[in-house]
């Protein structure tokens, strides 16, 4: 009897493994789908607002709060995300989305509407077909995303320096390296959600969390991915 039991009890947690997470992986790409809406409407408004604009970018105490803002946002949503309930997280969520749109918003003023959609374009095709690579890939990708990780941090300090010396041939270099490593980002981070999303119970409110806090990773992936792609290709500037 004992046995019966062991057995229904087992097929009863594959059965509602197999239920749960492709629910919380179709929850992943559509809020992480919906971020980038809010994103790119955010922007757009603000960037055909000359008084917004101008508050925003004239105003060094603003902007450099706003950028404040989307840092603290993603910290505490990455840092807190179990103590945090589902509804707060959310709302963190959108909140960072419009504070990044509006800070985006300065790309319509450096290169025109038709390099920008070319370019969204190009980092949705590129993005999600790594994001089917990371998902379906049965090679385990954990070595490459340690190396990738440093190598952002490379590029951070790069771009740092080139702050300075402001060498337009570095910044093309930075530019394809931060496409290479988002791309493998990309992958990278998709299968490690897949694996973290793949061992839940259930889609209980944590597990709901969790999948939140994944599609934050891949809506920075495909952020950062879009704007070194417009580094590169968005000469068609206004």
Request: charge should be positive; glycine fraction near 6%; proline fraction near 1%.
């Amino acid at each position: 009897m004992k046995e019966k039991e062991l057995y229904r009890m087992i097929n009863e947690r594959s059965w509602n493994v197999s239920l749960a997470f492709p629910a919380l992986m179709r929850k992943v790409y559509i809020w992480m789908t919906l971020a980038l809406v809010i994103t790119a409407v955010t922007a757009y408004g603000v960037a055909t607002s000359p008084a917004l604009m101008t508050t925003i970018f004239t105003n060094k105490i603003l902007f450099f709060g706003l950028i404040i803002a989307e840092l603290a946002l993603v910290w505490g949503i990455s840092g807190a995300i179990n103590r945090l309930s589902l509804a707060t997280a959310t709302l963190m969520f959108i909140a960072y989305s419009v504070i990044n749109g509006a800070t985006l918003s300065v790309i319509f003023a450096a290169f025109s509407t038709t390099a920008i959609v070319k370019t969204f374009v190009v980092t949705a095709g590129t993005f999600g077909t790594m994001s089917l690579v990371g998902y379906f890939t049965k090679k385990d990708l954990t070595s490459m995303g340690k190396l990738l990780f440093m190598a952002l941090i490379g590029i951070i300090i790069a771009t740092i320096v080139n702050m300075f010396i402001a060498s337009s041939g570095l910044d093309l270099i930075i530019s394809y390296l931060g496409v290479l490593i988002f791309v493998g980002l990309t992958a990278y981070d998709t299968q490690k959600i897949k694996h973290m999303l793949s061992m839940a119970p259930d889609a209980s409110e944590q597990m709901q969390k969790y999948a939140l806090l994944g599609s934050l990773t891949l809506y920075l992936d495909f952020i950062n991915l879009f704007l070194y792609l417009l580094r590169i290709f968005g000469s068609n500037r206004n």
